[in-house]
C-alpha cells in the first residue's frame, strides 16, 4: 500500500480559497466512497474534518468541504482564516479492512 | 465524551518490543472498532492496524509481521506490541476509534477520536 499523493504545500491570503488534493488508486480512493480528512496543528493529534467524501462532523465549519473525481480527492477550504494554518492529511479505506493516509499538506496563511 | 490516552515507555532499545496501551474513557470499548497510527517525526501518519472488542484484528501489511494489538474490555483497554524495533519506528503512538461501520467498511470509515499521542523513541 502506497501512501496516497498529496501537495507538499498550498498557500493563501485570509477570505480566500484554497483546495488540496489527494490521489490515489482504483484501489482506494477511486473504489470507494470513503475519504476522510484531518486536520493537525503542531504537537496535537489530528482532527477529523471531513468523512465519507464530503459529509462534515459536528462544529467543523462549512468553509471546510470535500469532493471526489475518479482516483482523486480534494479538501476545499474557503474564506480562510489564520486558523486554518496547520498540516492536513487525507485518509482512504483501501479494501480488506485496511486504511492507506496522504502525505500530508502543509496550509499556510498568507 | 470519549476520551482516549495512551501510555507506555517513551524509550526502548532496538531488537527489542514496544508496548503501548490506550485507555478509553467515557464510552464502552465494545461497538466499535479502535486502531493505532503513528507518525514518525516530521512526517506523515501511517495506519498500523484495529482491533474490535471480540478480538478480531487487521493489520497494515507492513508491519503485519511484528504488530499484535490485543483489548482487554475488563479494563477498556487496548494494547500495541511491535517487536523487533529500529530506529525507524520512532514516532508518535496515537490511538483512535473507528466509526461509520458500513456494509463494505465493516469496520468504520473515519478516525473520529484521537488520542493526545505518545512519542517513542528507539534508541541504545
Known amino acids: 500500500q502506497s501512501a496516497l499523493t498529496q501537495p507538499r504545500s498550498v498557500s493563501g491570503s485570509p477570505g480566500q480559497s484554497v483546495t488540496i488534493s489527494c490521489t490515489g488508486t482504483?484501489?482506494?480512493?477511486?473504489?470507494?466512497?470513503?475519504v476522510s480528512w484531518y486536520q493537525q496543528h503542531p504537537g496535537k493529534a489530528p482532527k477529523l474534518m471531513i468523512y465519507?467524501?464530503?459529509k462534515r462532523p459536528s462544529g467543523v465549519p462549512d468553509r471546510f468541504s470535500g469532493s471526489k473525481s475518479g482516483n482523486t480527492a480534494s479538501l476545499t477550504i474557503s474564506g480562510l482564516q489564520a486558523e486554518d494554518e496547520a498540516d492536513y492529511y487525507c485518509?482512504?479505506?483501501?479494501?480488506?479492512?485496511?486504511?492507506?493516509f496522504g502525505n500530508g499538506t502543509e496550509v499556510t496563511v498568507l | 465524551q470519549v476520551q482516549l490516552q495512551e501510555s507506555g515507555p517513551g524509550l526502548v532499545k532496538p531488537s527489542e518490543t514496544l508496548s503501548l496501551t490506550c485507555t478509553v474513557s467515557?464510552?464502552?470499548?465494545?461497538?466499535?472498532?479502535w486502531s493505532w497510527i503513528r507518525q514518525p517525526p516530521g512526517k506523515g501518519l501511517e495506519w498500523i492496524g484495529y482491533?474490535?472488542?471480540?478480538?478480531?484484528?487487521n493489520y497494515n501489511s507492513s508491519l503485519k509481521s511484528r504488530v499484535t494489538i490485543s483489548v482487554d474490555t475488563s479494563k477498556n483497554q487496548f494494547s500495541l506490541k511491535l517487536n523487533s524495533v529500529t530506529a525507524a519506528d520512532t514516532a508518535v503512538y496515537y490511538c483512535?476509534?473507528?466509526?461509520?461501520?458500513?456494509?463494505?467498511?465493516?469496520?468504520?470509515?473515519?478516525?473520529?477520536?484521537w488520542g493526545q499521542g505518545i512519542l517513542v523513541t528507539v534508541s541504545s
Open positions: 483512535a476509534r473507528l466509526a461509520g461501520a458500513s456494509r463494505i467498511a465493516a469496520a468504520g470509515t473515519q478516525f473520529d477520536y
Open positions: 467515557g464510552g464502552s470499548i465494545s461497538s466499535y472498532y
Open positions: 482491533i474490535y472488542y471480540s478480538g478480531s484484528s
Open positions: 482504483s484501489s482506494d480512493v477511486g473504489d470507494y466512497n470513503y
Open positions: 465519507d467524501v464530503s
Open positions: 485518509c482512504s479505506y483501501a479494501g480488506s479492512y485496511t486504511y492507506v
